[in-house]
């Protein structure tokens, strides 16, 4: 194993627990079915340059995430896979990406392989192979420009300075201005580690134009649109997200030093016996000190901004895996057992857990099959440490990879089986399609389900009676044609225009609601309902 245990295997390895069963599952909200409906309606209207989420023009991000996840439904269809096949290989290449950057800063390859394998086995990472939003790609990027920088530092050719301004564009692209927090921070202290093997010539000047050109072309075209857009782009969406409470997404400002060591199991944890153990490292011009400062800072801004969500801060991931594998890669034997005692706690916990689900009343559906699976990885594990054969300290690492193996492919599987306790909406669209009810308006009240426009791969109507996920921004409307899929019953107006929709057969979808009074009318109009969860679908049969 020592010796045949090479990248090509893990990352082969990485790949078919990626795929499998990636698709298995429908598409969860809010954020995962936000961006694979958003990315729908690009693909089935043709426009991929104004993200449209119900009908509703929607510019919170950039459209890189929308495009790539609309190509993924041109190669293979509207589906859950299709949207999340490029989430998948956008994490495949970090990994790639994670081992050549280490490869690069410290030329060698076990260290490298050691720190892909660790970066893989975080538990943020895997997250967010399950969750389509920006973020996946968006820390790609972030890697690939530090990549792309470290290699243009070290030999000098031109072409690495442009795919370093190229990377930071489509980054841009991704989630505009976030996208320079963690490169910028570690090129400015790894630049005083590493000399420049060329001057400042006319190639930086062309390489930050064509930075610009890529970058601002989106906004640009929107802004000469609407003069409008630039200022609620960089006001609202950027500035706003950070200094202000403006979606809803404030947490206290502990949220990320708390989280953070979590989602980084178990080998945070060991990386901070392994700073404690080697703290002489790092000295103020030195790739130690370079890495852990790109981490910390943007812990701290993160930690500042108002706007928090535990995949802003992925892109920190990679550098921790790198920092963490040649900490470990210098740590004396005798201190191996420290960071064994760890892995291996972390190990054993999650495996007895699996083994203990299926008879144990979660109130969810936990398959047998799981926990003997669990039960293999564990002796699997035992096997692990008690060979001879094995060099000590791979043996922390490959226990590791387990464990996230088991993590990432059982996830799809508890999701596929449980998809209304996780937010899934697939059995509600199934019934839909079962009944053969898809021709009929579908009518969802007082919630925004992206997931079920989705799933039925057709636009819905969602009528607004007070809930403040359905209080869209339509100042960029340039038509009325919304309020056809968005109707406000708390205007007269409108709650008149529904009478006028279901005289034509409609399908009504209530969610953990009793429909108000005002509306028992409408209830009242289907001879039909099932009540699928915790949601009501009302209909008639034909």
């Keep these: 194993m020592k010796n045949n245990f090479n990248f090509n295997i893990f990352i082969i390895i990485a790949a078919v627990a990626l795929f499998i069963n990636v698709g ?36 919170h991000k950039p459209p890189f995430t929308y495009q790539i996840t609309a190509l993924g439904y041109e190669i293979f269809g509207v589906n859950p896979f299709g949207a999340r096949f ?33 970066y ?25 420009s530090i ?15 442009y795919i370093f301004t190229i990377s930071l564009a489509l980054g841009f692209l991704t989630k505009g201005p976030v996208i320079f927090i963690v490169p910028v921070l570690f090129i400015i202290f790894y630049n005083r580690t590493e000399k420049a093997k060329r001057k400042f010539s006319i190639h930086h000047i062309l390489a930050w134009t064509l930075f610009l050109g890529i970058a601002s072309s989106w906004f640009i075209y929107l802004g000469l649109q609407n003069p409008a857009f630039v200022d609620y782009f ?3 969406q950027t500035a706003d997200r950070f200094s202000k409470n403006a979606f809803g997404r404030t ?28 703290k002489s490292l790092f000295k103020f011009k030195t790739l130690h000190f370079a890495l852990l400062i790109a981490v910390l800072i943007p812990l701290i801004f993160f930690s500042i901004s108002s706007s928090k969500r535990i995949l802003y801060i992925l892109p920190l991931y990679s550098l921790i895996a790198i920092l963490t594998a040649h900490l470990f890669s210098k ?23 699996f083994i203990i689900a299926p008879f144990i009343d979660f109130g969810i559906d936990f398959p047998l099959y799981l926990a003997i699976a669990s039960a293999v990885i564990l002796i699997l594990i035992i096997t692990i440490y008690t060979s001879k054969v094995l060099e000590i300290k791979s043996k922390p690492i490959f226990t590791s990879l387990l464990i996230a193996l088991l993590l990432l492919i059982s996830s799809s599987v508890i999701f596929s089986k449980n998809e209304l306790k996780v937010n899934g909406t697939r059995p509600i669209t199934d019934f839909i399609l079962q009944e053969n009810l898809n021709d009929r ?68 979808l209530v969610y953990k609601k009793q429909l108000p009074e005002k509306l028992l009318w409408l209830e009242n109009s289907y001879n039909s309902k099932k009540v699928i969860g915790k949601w009501t679908i009302y209909y008639s049969k034909r």
Excluded at 333 to 350: A, E, P, R, T
């Design 441 to 508: 308006a579908i009518l969802v009240y007082n919630t925004r389900k992206s997931a079920i426009a989705f799933g039925l791969n057709k636009s819905i109507i969602s009528l607004y009676d007070g809930d403040e996920s359905l209080n869209r921004e339509t100042q960029f409307e340039e038509d009325l044609n919304w309020k056809k899929h968005l109707i406000n019953l708390q205007n007269p107006d409108e709650f008149n225009s529904l009478h006028e929709i279901t005289k034509n057969p409609t399908v009504l």
């Design 234 to 236: 960089l006001g609202k």
């Design 120 to 144: 893989f086995t975080f538990p943020l990472v895997l997250i967010s192979s399950r969750n389509l939003t920006t973020d996946a790609f968006l820390a790609t990027f972030a890697l690939l």
């Design 86 to 118: 490029f989430l998948q290989l956008a994490v495949l290449l970090q990994i790639l990406l994670v081992y050549k950057l280490t490869l690069l800063l410290f030329n060698t390859k076990k260290t490298a392989l050691w720190a892909s394998i660790i």
């Design 331 to 353: 740590i004396e034997i005798g201190k191996v057992k420290v960071v064994n005692g760890i892995i291996l706690g972390f190990s054993s916990l999650i495996t007895l857990a």
């Design 251 to 278: 947490e206290p400002f502990w949220y990320f030093l708390a989280f953070a060591p979590v989602v980084g199991l178990p080998w945070f944890l060991a990386l901070l016996y392994l700073l404690k153990d080697q």
């Design 147 to 161: 990549y792309s920088w470290v290699k243009y530092r070290k030999t000098g050719f031109l072409k690495w300075l």
């Design 24 to 59: 298995s599952y429908g598409v969860l909200e809010s954020s995962d079915a936000r961006y694979a409906e958003i990315g729908r309606a690009m693909y089935a209207t043709g426009d991929y340059v104004h993200p449209n989420l119900l009908d509703v023009h929607h510019y």
